[in-house]
């Protein structure tokens, strides 16, 4: 093999190796920061981790919330109107957090089947709904779910 030949193969061959391990570090990397959504009849069947950080989204069910009088620490269940998950959050809630509204919590489930949520989003006005969450109700409810009055946006990709 001519040698300039050679230094053009050892230069591309470094090259490869470099960007494929550049590619390798950022997937890596990109991997541990991803929040997958799941709804709450997923969530019940076993479907979501139990040791990732995974957003749990869906209407606070009726009558769930229990707040704790002496600290911030707040139960509730979330509902696609299919199955529900207790959800158990230390922290201030959102203004706009409110029985019956939808909400998207993110977190850790525990092993017993518990959400433990470090952070709670809530809708910001009445026809407004996350799409995951309006989603994944229109499918659990097989489209009969209106929220707020008004039929959920779905959003597909």
Not at 24 to 36: D, S
Not at 38 to 65: F, H, K, N
Request: charged share 20%; hydrophobic share 40%.
């Amino acid at each position: 093999m001519h040698p300039i030949r050679k230094k053009r193969l050892t230069i591309v061959l470094v090259l490869l190796v470099g960007i494929s391990l550049a590619v390798g570090l950022i997937t890596y990397a990109l991997r541990q920061n991803i929040n997958l959504f799941y709804d709450p009849t997923q969530i019940a069947s076993g479907e979501a981790p139990l040791d990732a950080r995974i957003r749990a989204g869906g209407m606070v069910e009726e009558g769930s919330v229990i707040r704790d009088p002496n600290s911030l620490k707040v139960e509730f269940r979330i509902t696609d109107f299919n199955r529900s998950v207790p959800v158990e959050y230390t922290g201030i809630l959102p203004d706009l957090f409110a029985e019956g509204q939808g909400v998207v919590a993110m977190g850790r489930l525990t092993p017993e089947g518990r959400f433990v949520a470090d952070q709670v989003l809530a809708k910001h006005d009445e026809n407004y709904m996350p799409p995951e969450v309006a989603e994944a109700l229109e499918k659990s409810s097989g489209g009969q779910h209106k929220a707020g009055g008004m039929a959920s946006p779905v959003v597909t990709q």
